[in-house]
């Protein structure tokens, strides 16, 4: 394994479901270990609740606010929080704020950031605002989350 630098702007930048990703570091880089992104989450982004039966989440906000679910509890969460996910724990999180925010988003072991790769939209390094999620890629997204363990808390589904 060679050592791995980003700098600022670089790394693979993808629009996942409303939000920016840029990729820190994959499991390809990591040897299976971890995976690693910057996410920039604009008023009213965030994923549906969810829960991961492989991989530990784990976030640190850096800018703005974040609310997130746990087991159907809602935690309001300024720059300066983090939160760990247990595999398994339902859990989801959403910008309520007139703001964008920015959080350091990992997982233990790596892996379900090549779902993001199947189904995200590349954007360029530097995009504040992603385009919404189409109805295809949600559909997609639907279609892959059980092929990398992730169950989406939808209803109906």
């Known amino acids: 394994m060679t050592p791995t630098i980003r700098k600022p702007g670089e790394g693979r930048v993808l629009a996942v479901a ?3 990703y840029r990729f820190l570091a994959t499991g390809k880089e990591t040897n299976g270990k971890y995976a690693m992104w910057e996410a920039l989450v604009p008023p009213g982004g965030g994923p ?4 991961h039966s492989r991989e530990e989440e784990s976030f640190y906000v850096l800018e ?3 609310t997130f679910t746990v087991n159907g509890e809602r935690i309001v969460a300024p720059a300066g929080t983090f939160a760990n996910m247990p595999v398994g724990t339902p859990h989801a999180f959403k910008n309520e704020s007139a703001r964008p925010a920015r959080m350091i988003i990992s997982v233990a072991p790596a892996g379900v950031e090549e779902m993001f790769f199947e189904f995200g939209v590349p954007v360029a390094p530097g995009t504040l605002t992603p385009p919404p999620p189409t109805d295809a890629e949600i559909k997609k997204l639907i279609e892959i989350a059980p092929k990398y363990g992730v169950t989406l808390l939808l209803p109906g589904h």
């Open 48 to 51: 549906p609740p969810h829960t």
């Open 64 to 66: 703005g606010e974040i």
């Open 18 to 20: 409303g939000d920016v």
